[in-house]
Structures are given as C-alpha cells and as structure tokens.
C-alpha cells in the first residue's frame, strides 16, 4: 500500500517551455501532498504543501507564478514550471499523506533538464 | 526556525557491521521519521515515532524517538550491500500541517 506516482520520470526541454509533472496516489486518498526540489547531494527542500481543492501554500522564496501547483483531486496533483530556464534543471519529487499527515509516502522523482 | 542536525555526514563500513546515525533538533519534536534514498528515487518511509521514549523496529533497522523529543537515532544491524543509500531522518513540530524538516543525511556505503 501507499504507492504514489510521477510522470514524466524524466524530462528534457528548451528554455521558456513550460513543463507538467503530475503526482498521483495510487492506492490511497491523499488530502495533502507536498512538492520538493532537491540538488545533487542535499537534503529535499520543500517547495509548496497543496490540499485538494484549496491554494497551494508556498515556501518562503518560491515564486508562486513559476511553479503552479493544482490539487484536482484526492489522487492528484501537477506542478508546472512555467517559462523553465537553466537554473530550474533540479529533481523534483512529490509525496502524500492521508490520515496521518506526517507519514509523507515518495513518488520516484522527475528529473527535469532545462537546455 | 527549527533545524535538523544529522550526523555522521557519511559512512564506509564493512558488511555485517552495525550501524548508527543520530538527529537532534534545536526546539521540540512530536513527530520523527527515518527515511532511505537510494540514487535517482524518492525517499521510502523506515520507521514513524510518535512517541518519546519509543522504540520501533523494522526488521534489521531500529529507531528512537529521545526522552528528550529533540533526538532521535536510527541503528542498523548486520548491513548488507542493499543498505547502501542515503539516510535521511525528518522531524514535525506541532503546526499539524504535515509539514516536516529534513536532516543533512546520512551516506552509507558498504564493502562487501
């Protein structure tokens, strides 16, 4: 149980397209799911925590109009990096909870490359 | 705000070793949680203290959650070459967002 899922795994695109990646829950209803960024030997930083149906709540420093998220459903949530450029190029990862919040489960990551 | 300090940054040691790695925080804990990354994936969860003074076993692994509520430590017994990866531990506060800080990390490496 508590399996969550990411697609694109990974993602190569040019400079100023936007990218997509969707975070699913596959065998659980997540009222919560949280996005991070994470760089090549350090620890997850926490982008934005979203709640079905509510306003993602932004981290401190992360621009709201550059990383879009949407919480449709119980099962679903996309973040989109809007206009990606170089410096975007990061693995990003997701993750759920349900009932007990803190127990955050993964998805597999998204390896975004912005050429 | 409050941070994790996670030690030992990382770890060489020979398979059939234990091992132990610990966290502490600045300000009070309710919650701690021990996570395993291996390369390119997401953190899967180990082990969920809820408790101080707990103690909660997962297999070879076992964790505490400190009579203190600003530690807590992971021990791995008898590693073998798959228990190669990076260790994170994650602390909540009592804000019942979900929220939750990460530590540093914990490197392991074994030799067969």
């Known amino acids: 149980g508590a399996v969550v899922s990411q697609h694109p795994s990974r993602v190569i695109c040019k400079s100023g397209t936007s990218v997509k990646i969707e975070c699913r829950s596959l065998?659980?209803?997540?009222?919560?799911m949280f996005w991070y960024r994470q760089f090549p030997k350090q620890s997850l930083m926490l982008m934005a925590t979203?709640?079905?149906?509510?306003?993602?709540?932004?981290e401190q420093g992360v621009e709201k109009d550059k990383f879009l998220i949407n919480h449709a459903s119980l099962t679903l949530s996309t973040l989109t990096v809007t206009s990606a450029h170089p410096e975007d190029s990061s693995f990003y990862i997701c993750?759920?909870?349900?009932?007990?919040?803190?127990?955050?489960?993964f998805g597999p990551g998204t390896r975004l490359t912005v050429l | 705000g409050q941070q994790l300090n996670q030690s030992p940054q990382s770890m060489f040691i020979q398979e059939g070793e234990d091992v132990s790695m610990n966290c502490t925080s600045s300000?009070?804990?309710?919650?701690w949680l021990w996570y395993k990354q291996d390369p390119g994936e997401g953190p899967v969860l180990l082990i969920a203290?809820?408790?101080?003074?707990e103690l909660t076993s997962n297999g070879r692994l076992t964790a505490q959650f400190g009579i203190t509520r600003k530690d807590s430590f992971l021990n791995i017994s008898a590693s073998i070459p798959s228990d190669v990866g990076i260790y994170f531990c994650?602390?909540?506060?009592?804000?019942?967002?979900?929220?939750?800080?990460f530590g540093q990390g914990t490197t392991l490496q074994v030799k067969p």
């Open positions: 993750s759920a909870s349900s009932v007990r919040v803190y127990e955050q489960f």
């Open positions: 065998d659980f209803q997540a009222t919560t």
């Open positions: 979203s709640n079905e149906g509510s306003k993602a709540t932004y």
């Open positions: 300000s009070i804990f309710n919650t």
């Open positions: 203290l809820y408790k101080a003074g």
């Open positions: 994650a602390g909540a506060g009592s804000s019942n967002t979900g929220k939750l800080i």
